[in-house]
């Protein structure tokens, strides 16, 4: 456990929303479950409409900091959290987005480690399966491995490296991660899952877009690789499509075997 009550939280779960009311439910439940005194919990709603704000009360307590109010998107609502966070470090936690048990435990030793790493950089699990290991920063370039939910980021460096871009829509996370070139090598990858990450976030969605805001994030933060950056991303936007027309046939062959069978 963190040694001896420290003076300001280690942790600041930042979690924003706009109408998820089972997602918050879901997520609510994991942070509080155990939560330490060395945690703050701080939300921010966009403005829901569909009874999240009436399941906010229930938790309330558990909360350091609520505010529900119009947006500019995601970025702005990452920011106002940012904001209003006083802990080492922040970890982003959508609603939807659900700790695993027991991590409390297994963050404390990792906060109070004296290195003072820029990120710490754990696991998450979505439809069942592991993600997340050490990678190189040039894989980074390529597309984002760097997964929000399980990423622990030093407060101090969003007023170093500045805060997430409030005109990006897609792949704001991405960009920023690209700030963090010079202090890549510090990083520190941990192999403990920290989160169960909601499937079917805006990312793939809308994976055409979010390729492309990639390709104008390398620009800005690596921009001697203009070509190789627009090959990287006609290459994923093709290698999504061909996956998703052989997942379909293959569920076609599937159910016509079945039904034959």
């Given at each position: ?28 439940d ?27 009360a ?33 970890l ?8 695993l ?19 710490i ?28 939910q ?6 101090s ?30 990083i ?9 990450m ?8 809308n ?9 104008q ?9 203009q070509?190789?950056?627009?090959i990287?991303e ?28």
């Open positions: 456990m963190p040694a001896n009550h420290p003076s300001r939280p280690l942790l600041s779960i930042i979690t924003i929303m706009r109408n998820a009311h089972d997602g918050f439910l879901r997520t609510a994991s942070v509080v479950a155990s939560k330490p005194d060395w945690c703050e919990w701080i939300v921010i709603d966009g403005g829901s409409t569909d009874g999240t704000l009436e399941r906010v229930s938790y309330r307590s558990s909360m350091q900091y609520f505010v529900s109010e119009p947006d500019e998107g995601i970025a702005d609502a990452f920011n106002k959290g940012i904001a209003r966070s006083t802990a080492d470090y922040v982003f936690l959508n609603a939807g987005d659900e700790l048990p027991n991590v409390y435990v297994r963050l404390g030793p990792i906060l109070s480690d004296p290195r003072n790493a820029p990120a950089v754990g696991q998450i699990r979505m439809n069942g399966r592991y993600y997340g290991r050490p990678i190189k920063f040039w894989r980074q370039f390529g597309r984002n491995y760097l997964p929000h399980a990423m622990l980021i030093r407060r460096l969003f007023r170093l490296l500045g805060n997430y871009d409030v005109t990006r829509r897609f792949g704001m996370d991405y960009e920023w991660s690209l700030r963090l070139k010079s202090r890549w090598s510090k520190w990858f941990v192999p403990l899952p920290i989160s169960d909601e499937a079917g976030g805006i990312s793939m969605t994976y055409e877009k979010t390729f492309a805001s990639y390709h994030a390398r620009l800005k933060n690596c921009p001697r690789h070509a190789l950056s627009k990287l006609k290459f994923f936007v093709a290698k999504v499509k061909i996956g998703r027309v052989v997942r379909g046939l293959s569920k076609s062959l599937y159910s016509k075997l079945k039904s034959s069978g």
